[in-house]
T-cell receptor, first 114, second 113 residues
Framework: RKEVEQDPGPFNVPEGATVAFNCTYS??????FFWYRQDCRKEPKLLMS???SGNEDGRFTAQLNRASQYISLLIRDSKLSDSATYLCVVNAPLFTSGTYKYIFGTGTRLKVLA | GAGVSQTPSNKVTEKGKYVELRCDPI?????LYWYRQSLGQGPEFLIYFQGTGAADDSGLPNDRFFAVRPEGSVSTLKIQRTERGDSAVYLC???????????FGNGTRLTVT
C-alpha cells in the first residue's frame, strides 16, 4: 500500500460545480497535512494546511478524518482557473531516524470546463 | 521577500557527465528538502537537511547522488555519472521548521541525453 494515495483523475467538471477530492494515508502517527496546487510545468504551491477541526478558505474547504486516515478538499463554485493538479501532502514520522518527512500523493488532476 | 531560488532552471547534459544543482532557501528557513518529480507523478523525496546536516538521506536513489549544505543555507545536489533515467525536475523546498508548510523553488529541469 502506498503511504499517501490519491485518485489521479482527471476530474472534468463544469464551471460552477462543486468537486471533492480525497487522499488516504497509511501512517497513523502522521502529524501535519497540506493541500498543494501544481500547474503544468510549475512548482507546487501551498493551497492550504489541513487542521484537525477542518478549515475553510474562500471556496476551498479542507477536512481531516484521523479515524479513517484521510483528508479531503472541497472546491465550491469551480472556476476555469481552478484547473490544475492538487497534491495531498502528509508529514509522517520516520521511526528509523526519529525525523519526519513530507510525503506527496501522485496528485489529482482537475479540469474545469466552460 | 525572496522565495526559494534554484539554478539553473534547465540543464541538458550528456550521459556520464557530472552535474550540480543549486538551491538557495528562504532566509531563516532551517529545514531544506530536495525532491525529484517525473511527469505525471508527485514529488519523490530525496534528502532533508536540518541546518548543515543531512537529517534523512533515505530517498537518494544510489551513491551517484550526493547533497551538501555546508553553511546551513545554500544547498547543492550533485549527481555523478548521470544516466538517462536521472532526467526529471529536481525541486528544492524549505520550511521555517520541520512540520511547517514547504515552500518550493521553480525547480531545475534536468535532461540527460
Amino acid at each position: 500500500r502506498k503511504e499517501v494515495e490519491q485518485d489521479p483523475g482527471p476530474f472534468n467538471v463544469p464551471e460552477g460545480a462543486t468537486v471533492a477530492f480525497n487522499c488516504t494515508y497509511s501512517n497513523s502517527a502522521s502529524q501535519s497535512f497540506f493541500w498543494y496546487r501544481q500547474d503544468c510545468r510549475k512548482e507546487p504551491k501551498l493551497l492550504m494546511s489541513v487542521y484537525s477541526s477542518g478549515n475553510e478558505d474562500g471556496r476551498f474547504t479542507a477536512q481531516l478524518n484521523r479515524a479513517s486516515q484521510y483528508i479531503s478538499l472541497l472546491i465550491r463554485d469551480s472556476k476555469l482557473s481552478d484547473s490544475a493538479t492538487y497534491l495531498c501532502v502528509v508529514n509522517a514520522p520516520l521511526f528509523t531516524s526519529g525525523t519526519y518527512k513530507y510525503i506527496f500523493g501522485t496528485g489529482t488532476r482537475l479540469k474545469v470546463l466552460a | 521577500g525572496a522565495g526559494v531560488s534554484q539554478t539553473p532552471s534547465n540543464k541538458v547534459t550528456e550521459k556520464g557527465k557530472y552535474v550540480e544543482l543549486r538551491c538557495d532557501p528562504i532566509s531563516g528557513h532551517t529545514a531544506l528538502y530536495w525532491y525529484r518529480q517525473s511527469l505525471g507523478q508527485g514529488p519523490e523525496f530525496l534528502i532533508y537537511f536540518q541546518g548543515t546536516g543531512a537529517a534523512d538521506d533515505s530517498g537518494l536513489p544510489n551513491d551517484r547522488f550526493f547533497a551538501v549544505r555546508p553553511e546551513g543555507s545554500v544547498s547543492t545536489l550533485k549527481i555523478q555519472r548521470t544516466e538517462r533515467g536521472d532526467s526529471a525536475v529536481y525541486l528544492c523546498a524549505s520550511s521555517l521548521i520541520a512540520g511547517s508548510p514547504l515552500h518550493f523553488g521553480n525547480g531545475t529541469r534536468l535532461t540527460v541525453t
